[in-house]
């Protein structure tokens, strides 16, 4: 083919990268975002984190809760290619730091300012011993025992295939085809050395499955202990009827009467049946939130969270270098400034779109305040964007991972937003609130003649609420309430 020239007129998106952190930045969690943070910081020297935050709440409502609207008047994902403009002199004297000011970079923002304690021979609180571990704690033991040195190692071995419940997972055949030839380790060698650590503490430790461990843990009670005997029966031969609740067919079988009943099923649920869970150790995640909402004067009021924002400012003395230096060696400085800038511009960019949905949200929802779950009302994305004048997506990055503390919990920005189902007189009920009122009815039942779902259904209808049966089922499932034949007691 013959080359040749031609024009051609199209248009595309362009984000410039400073538009592209802002949308990177919104959608980070809190934790994320300080590691994102931390990782900058690292690399620019230009910025500074600082480590206090001040106690003077008030003051932090202030310079950035009580900022105009006009923080945040471009929406993140507004014109192609345009970057927001900078801050005017009017929020400067509202108490938002003008940006495009130099000298005002280098104080941090006037909510994280605190003294400093320069005493550097405080005393620091003596951290607790790490707990052992289930195959220390074990191995301790096997330690202590008078058992042959061989024995030892292969029950070693097994500790060391336990999985976290203690259980011994893998089968002993199994294991024995994994071992080299040349150890001479057979069969009936573990079944001994598993016989020595099922007798170890905790009891039921090295079972093989549910019911040799509650096997195991009632051989370890006393052998006077009232009704051991027939729970010991009923765990060897019926436990599957004891799951299922199917009590009428258990008092055949054993026989016993309903308060024997009641007491070995009181016994048998009173033992463990993942015996090495005490010893895992597992780190509790602590959620920031990072808004909090407080009723002040009869009206539901949202507000940022100051711990949950990162303090930021310039570096002084790399801003002093950068002034008195005029050579080729200060451009990446220069650079390293204007990115130091967006940053913080884009922190508090984030957290001021974070306050105005969190502000919408609390506005619909101020009944879910005043009374509950079940006064929550039906919500989506596509009414909050439409209030604020943002695009639906971003009010989706908003309010993922995104957290609010209410008297009534801690609850993540979607939790706010669902769906609907239709009543009689021609409104809308929030699924939210529908799975609130399906609690109050099963928590209200009849232990011994629990409501089926058809049953639930129909109450549901009396209230004005149409429901079908597969849709409570649903929202019965998803609240972790389960079904009728495992809710009856006796």
């Not at 108490?95 to 006037?110: C, I, M, Q, R, Y």
């Not at 550097?120 to 191995?139: G, I, K, M, T, V």
């Not at 033991?141 to 190692?153: A, F, I, N, T």
């Amino acid at each position: 083919m013959k080359p040749t020239l031609q024009f051609k007129l199209s248009q595309h998106l362009t984000l410039t990268p400073q538009l592209q952190q802002s949308i990177r930045l919104l959608q980070l969690s809190t934790v994320e975002l300080n590691q994102e943070i931390e990782r900058i910081v690292q690399e620019n020297p230009l910025l500074e984190l600082e480590d206090s935050v001040s106690s003077d709440a008030s003051e932090y409502r202030t310079t950035l809760l009580d900022s105009p609207a006009e923080l945040l008047s471009a929406d993140l994902l507004g014109t192609p290619g345009e970057i927001p403009a900078e801050m005017s002199a009017s929020e400067l004297d509202s108490g938002t730091k003008n940006l495009g000011d130099e000298s005002d970079w280098f104080e941090g923002d006037a909510a994280f300012r605190n003294s400093r304690d320069d005493d550097d021979d405080r005393d620091f609180p003596q951290q607790a011993a790490e707990p052992p571990s289930l195959r220390e704690y074990l191995n301790s033991q096997v330690s202590l025992s008078q058992m042959p040195e061989r024995d030892r190692k292969i029950v070693g071995l097994l500790i060391d295939s336990l999985n976290d419940d203690g259980y011994l997972a893998q089968d002993l055949e199994e294991l024995v085809s994994l071992l080299p030839p040349e150890l001479g380790i057979g069969i009936n060698d573990l079944h001994i050395a598993l016989g020595y650590l099922q007798h170890l503490d905790p009891p039921g430790v090295g079972a093989r499955n549910l019911q040799e461990c509650l096997i195991m843990q009632l051989h370890a009670l006393p052998e006077d202990t009232p009704y051991r005997e027939q729970a010991l029966l009923l765990v060897n031969n019926h436990l599957d009827s004891l799951a299922s609740r199917d009590f009428c067919t258990i008092k055949k079988l054993l026989p016993c009467d309903d308060e024997c009943l009641r007491s070995i099923r009181r016994m048998i649920t009173s033992l463990n049946p993942r015996p090495g869970t005490a010893f895992s150790s597992t780190v509790a995640r602590y959620i920031i939130p990072d808004v909090i909402v407080t009723k002040v004067n009869g009206s539901w009021i949202a507000n940022l969270n100051p711990e949950a924002m990162p303090r930021l400012k310039i570096n002084r003395l790399y801003a002093d270098i950068l002034k008195c230096s005029h050579d080729d060696s200060a451009r990446r400085l220069v650079s390293q400034l204007h990115e130091a800038k967006w940053l913080i511009k884009n922190v508090h960019q984030r957290f001021g779109t974070i306050l105005k949905v969190s502000s919408a949200v609390v506005e619909r929802q101020r009944q879910f305040f005043e009374h509950g779950a079940v006064a929550m009302r039906p919500l989506i994305l596509r009414e909050i964007a439409d209030v604020l004048d943002l695009h639906e997506s971003t009010i989706s990055r908003v309010t993922t991972q995104k957290f609010m503390r209410t008297p009534r919990g801690i609850f993540e920005l979607k939790y706010f937003f669902s769906s609907h189902v239709a009543t009689d007189t021609g409104g809308a009920c929030s699924a939210t609130a529908i799975r609130a009122l399906i609690k109050q009815i099963v928590n209200a039942e009849n232990a011994k003649k629990p409501l089926s779902d058809g049953r639930i259904s129909e109450i549901l209808g009396q209230q004005g609420i149409m429901v079908a049966r597969r849709t409570v089922a649903k929202y019965r499932e998803s609240v972790q309430i389960p079904p009728v034949n495992l809710r009856k007691s006796f």
